[in-house]
């Protein structure tokens, strides 16, 4: 019966790896590519992402329809509107501004990329910075629109995993023709040659 | 087999995955973590409890009085969690794939595009805004925004939703790399 509740070392380390080896290997570590996405000439970012989403939910899902994953064993982010809005607004600002985001800040700094590093010092700045302001104010905002029925879709609005998984695959779908049609009109997708070497 | 391509003399870089065959994997990888640990992937967690580990060792006064900080610091010293574990999993996972692909270079990248000095200012900014907003939205593009979804959560979608659209906004005014 899954979860094996291992939280240690090796389960990390293995996790870990692992991630930091599919990222390197998505091209997701050279900040040319990445930002790529945002400019609609190189859809990997939506590809990747999105794939993996439908992939690990898909699979989660049939694991609990064939009873080895324990109902409501895994950790659900607490639905916190205002919070998420903000913050994902933050990181989308500082992915733009400064060409990566935390994971694949550190997959950059694995491939060689000092500013890849600079980036992670900043982390740590942006992250000492929250936990000094933090107080009733920044308390107050992530409390606005804070869900109270549950955490999930199937919570707050009764639609059912299944339903929702369609809609996911439906919308990656859609996601790659949208992608490849964009890719084909401008200069295509960020080769592993460019993102070597360097933004230009 | 992987079709290696020449760049110069000495160095064969390999081409990246293809989108598809790396989003499978990162799925599979994604849920391996859950069925292992009961939670998804993630990345600022790690900074943060380095920041709280480290604060504990040298400001151990000013930390457990810090309202953020304190519940992390209750237990002993986070340092050794299973999140900086996994995040110092990914630098050496994604060390090696640079490697065995030929794409490790020590390089300012976007040193070409902006001049060091812009580079290196803008990498830090986006590193403190990132930090800063992990920690309002209580994750990351990982932790939050993959994690989050595949369990289905609403906080992901309007993280993942928020983080692209101002993402795009941004992109429009701002010479990233």
């Known amino acids: ?200 | 087999m992987m079709k290696a391509q020449f760049s110069d003399g000495q160095r064969v870089v390999k081409p990246f995955w293809s989108p598809l065959a790396a989003g499978v994997v990162l799925g599979l990888v994604l849920l391996l973590s859950f069925l292992l640990s009961g939670h998804g992937l993630g990345a600022s967690g790690a900074v943060t409890h380095v920041v709280a580990g480290a604060g504990l060792v040298l400001a151990p006064e000013a930390t457990q009085a810090n309202s953020y900080l304190r519940p992390m610091v209750a237990d002993g010293n986070p340092i050794g969690s299973w999140i900086t574990w996994e995040v110092l999993g990914m630098v050496i996972g994604g060390g090696i794939a640079a490697f065995m692909a030929g794409r490790f270079r020590v390089q300012l990248d976007g040193q070409c595009s902006l001049g060091s000095g812009r580079r290196v200012t803008q990498a830090l900014l986006g590193g403190i805004l990132a930090g800063f907003g992990a920690r309002v939205a209580g994750g990351c593009t990982s932790g939050l925004g993959l994690s989050g979804a595949a369990v289905l959560g609403i906080s992901a979608f309007v993280f993942l939703g928020v983080f692209f659209a101002v993402g795009l906004l941004a992109g429009r005014f701002v010479k990233g790399v």
């Open chain 1, 1 to 200: 019966m899954f979860p094996m509740h291992e939280s240690g070392m090796v389960s990390g380390l293995v996790c870990g790896v692992l991630f930091g080896f599919v990222l390197e290997n998505a091209g997701f570590g050279s900040p040319a590519k990445l930002t790529a996405q945002f400019r609609l000439t190189d859809w990997s970012v939506f590809k990747v992402m999105f794939t993996a989403i439908v992939v690990a939910a898909a699979g989660l899902w049939g694991l609990r329809v064939f009873g080895l994953l324990e109902a409501d064993s895994l950790f659900v982010p607490q639905a916190l509107v205002m919070a998420s809005a903000v913050g994902g607004a933050l990181i989308g600002l500082g992915f733009a501004v400064g060409g990566y985001c935390p994971g694949t800040s550190m997959v950059g700094m694995a491939s060689g990329r000092l500013d890849a590093l600079v980036f992670v010092v900043g982390l740590f700045i942006g992250t000492t910075a929250f936990a000094g302001l933090y107080g009733d104010a920044i308390r107050a905002m992530m409390a606005v629109g804070a869900m109270i029925d549950g955490d999930t879709f199937a919570d707050v609005y009764g639609i059912a995993d299944p339903t929702m998984l369609a809609i996911m695959a439906v919308f990656l779908v859609a996601v790659f023709y949208l992608g490849s049609w964009f890719e084909r009109r401008g200069p295509g997708p960020v080769t592993a040659e460019q993102a070597v070497a360097g933004a230009q």
